[in-house]
């Protein structure tokens, strides 16, 4: 599906809801995407993309920088604490916090640097053990904690698990990202991003239906 479909079918559904044109930033997930798929949409002039990995982000989004300006990258997988000096110098916005330790390696490199990435929280919503995110009960408390640490918190983040429908999921993340005073909201994905923008979905992360299945990088 083109790019133009996808933002077209934004349009449509924050018209539907009832929201500003624009209320909702399409992030393209171009994890393990051939570069040749990713200049593509490139030269089509959209400039907010998502990856998983840093050490992936590191080899690909450098010489796309020097190529094209104004690239607005989102760490959307898990990151390890020993690589967050390098995701904090490669990507925009972070939206994996989800435990302590990272918080507060977050917050000393701040301090070191003067500067951080815009921040999510990233919640399990569907309380998976084998998935990242701070569980619903814990998040109003880790909520206060990363505020004492003076980080950028901008919303949350959830994947909903994927046999389950992600409505309530979405209802949920929104809940309490309202409780927390937090606008931001990190949800939906190629197949549900519009019942994500129906439920208040400030960024919808979309790989597949722009860039086709995902293939590892061979361009």
């Known amino acids: 599906m083109a790019l133009s479909d996808i933002k077209t079918r934004i349009a449509q559904a924050e018209q539907a809801a009832g929201r500003a044109a624009g209320a909702v930033q399409l992030i393209a997930v171009s ?14 002039g959209h400039r907010i993309f998502g990856e998983n990995r840093v050490q992936e982000a590191a080899s690909k989004w ?28 490669l990507f925009q ?30 919640v399990n ?19 206060a904690d990363c505020r004492a640490l003076d980080l950028p918190l901008c919303g949350l983040m959830c994947i909903p698990p994927v046999d389950q429908d992600a409505t309530p999921h ?13 606008t931001g909201l990190s949800m939906g994905m190629s197949s549900d991003f519009e019942t994500a ?12 239906a722009i860039f086709g299945e995902r293939t590892p990088d061979t361009a």
């Open 62 to 89: 450098p010489d796309f920088r020097e190529q094209f300006d104004g690239i607005d990258l989102h760490l959307i997988g898990p990151l390890q604490t020993n690589k967050t000096r390098q995701a904090m110098d």
């Open 31 to 44: 994890k393990v995407q051939p570069n040749v798929r990713v200049r593509n949409v490139l030269e089509q």
């Open 170 to 182: 979405f209802a949920m993340l929104a809940d309490l990202a309202a409780r927390n005073d937090l």
């Open 93 to 122: 916005s972070i939206h994996s916090v989800d435990r302590p330790k990272l918080a507060k390696t977050l917050a000393r490199l701040a301090q070191e640097t003067g500067g951080c990435p815009d921040l999510f929280i990233q």
């Open 125 to 143: 919503t569907g309380e998976e053990p084998q998935k990242a995110g701070v569980l619903p009960a814990d998040t109003d408390a880790f909520v």
């Open 197 to 208: 923008i129906a439920m208040g979905a400030t960024h919808v992360r979309v790989g597949s």
